[in-house]
């Protein structure tokens, strides 16, 4: 092969190393369960250090192929333990959410702070049976004939006040909202 200066390949006679060894070598890189990606970069490296190497034009054939696998070797050995100890996360693995529980994710906690600041501010403009029939059924987890014999109503009055209000309370968020976002429902 013909070189530019003494020990080292020229670019035409690179050229020709590649078209010779190029897919043995990459190949050779795959079969250590590389990414195209990595493999692609490993090979790049491989045939760097072949045009830098002072004796690599002087070998022969197969004397070539060998001493390509070796440094093929060494430079996946160097990919493994840069990997240990620079570790990384795949491209894909960032857009999945960090939190395993969505409700526990920073947007939804303070969507739902959201949601109960407003709902606190229009419990206040409930009169005072509404809020207490709330309060007892939500808060203090009574059925309707619990409620019922606390406030002195009839159990039917008491389904039709919770049912109201809570239809009252429906109507107002999504008034809030503006009609954009149905299905967010309190």
């Given amino acids: 092969m013909q070189s530019e200066t003494p020990g080292t390949l020229d670019y035409s006679s690179a050229?020709?190393?590649?078209?010779?060894?190029?897919?043995?070598?990459?190949?050779?890189?795959?079969?250590?369960?590389?990414?195209?990606?990595?493999?692609?970069?490993?090979?790049?490296?491989?045939?760097?250090?072949?045009?830098?190497?002072?004796?690599?034009?002087?070998?022969?054939?197969?004397?070539?192929?060998?001493?390509?696998?070796?440094?093929?070797?060494?430079?996946?050995?160097?990919?493994?333990?840069?990997?240990?100890?620079?570790p990384s996360v795949a491209l894909e693995r960032v857009g999945e959410p960090v939190y395993e529980d969505e409700e526990l994710a920073p947007e939804s906690l303070l969507l739902q702070e959201e949601k109960g600041t407003w709902l606190r501010a229009y419990l206040k403009n409930l009169s005072p049976l509404q809020q207490e029939v709330l309060r007892l059924r939500f808060a203090e987890e009574l059925r309707c004939a619990e409620i019922a014999s606390r406030i002195g109503k009839s159990e039917r009055a008491v389904r039709i006040i919770l049912s109201r209000t809570l239809n009252l309370l429906r109507d107002a968020y999504e008034k809030q909202l503006g009609g954009k976002d149905r299905d967010a429902r309190i």
């Fill in 15 to 86: 050229a020709q190393l590649y078209q010779r060894f190029g897919k043995a070598i990459f190949v050779y890189l795959r079969g250590f369960h590389l990414s195209r990606e990595d493999a692609e970069d490993v090979l790049l490296e491989v045939f760097l250090a072949a045009m830098q190497h002072p004796r690599f034009p002087a070998q022969d054939e197969s004397a070539q192929l060998a001493w390509l696998r070796r440094v093929a070797h060494n430079k996946v050995v160097d990919l493994y333990r840069h990997s240990l100890r620079h």
